[in-house]
C-alpha cells in the first residue's frame, strides 16, 4: 500500500494560511482517492476534504467550505491542503489518507500518515 507523511503544519494566528502537504511513497500515488481528516483533543477524527484520484472530483466539510482547498499533483506523488482564513477552531492534528474508494469515512481509508499539527490562536 502507499505510505503518506503530512508536513507544513504549524503556529499562526487567526486569519493566516497555511498549505499543508502530503508526500507518498509506494504505490503509485495516482491509483488512490486522498483525504484530508482532522483531529483536535478529546474529539473523534473528522473529516475535512476528499479529491479523487484523477484531480477531477473534490468535496468539503462544512466547516472548511469556501476557506480550504485541496489538490494534488501525481507527478510528484504529492497531495496538498491549501488553508486560508484559519480559525481557532482549526485547531487539530491533520492527517492524509488514501482510500481505493471515495469517501468522507474513516473507516474507508487504509492508509495514513502521522500528523501534523496546526494550531490558530486568536
Known amino acids: 500500500q502507499v505510505q503518506l507523511v503530512e508536513s507544513g503544519g504549524g503556529l499562526v494566528q487567526a486569519g493566516a494560511s497555511l498549505r499543508l502537504s502530503c508526500a507518498a511513497s509506494?504505490?503509485?500515488?495516482?491509483?488512490?482517492?486522498m483525504g484530508w481528516f482532522r483531529q483536535a483533543p478529546g474529539k473523534e477524527r473528522e473529516f475535512v476534504a476528499i479529491?479523487?484520484?484523477?484531480?477531477?472530483?473534490?468535496s468539503y466539510a462544512d466547516s472548511v467550505k469556501g476557506r480550504f482547498t485541496i489538490s494534488r499533483d501525481n507527478a510528484k506523488n504529492t497531495g496538498y491542503l491549501q488553508m486560508n482564513s484559519l480559525k481557532p477552531e482549526d485547531t487539530a492534528i491533520y492527517y492524509c489518507?488514501?482510500?481505493?474508494?471515495?469517501?468522507?469515512?474513516?473507516?474507508?481509508?487504509?492508509?495514513w500518515g502521522q500528523g501534523t499539527q496546526v494550531t490558530v490562536s486568536s
Open positions: 489518507a488514501a482510500s481505493n474508494g471515495y469517501s468522507r469515512h474513516v473507516s474507508d481509508y487504509n492508509s
Open positions: 479529491i479523487s484520484w484523477s484531480g477531477r472530483s473534490t
Open positions: 509506494g504505490r503509485t500515488f495516482s491509483g488512490y482517492n
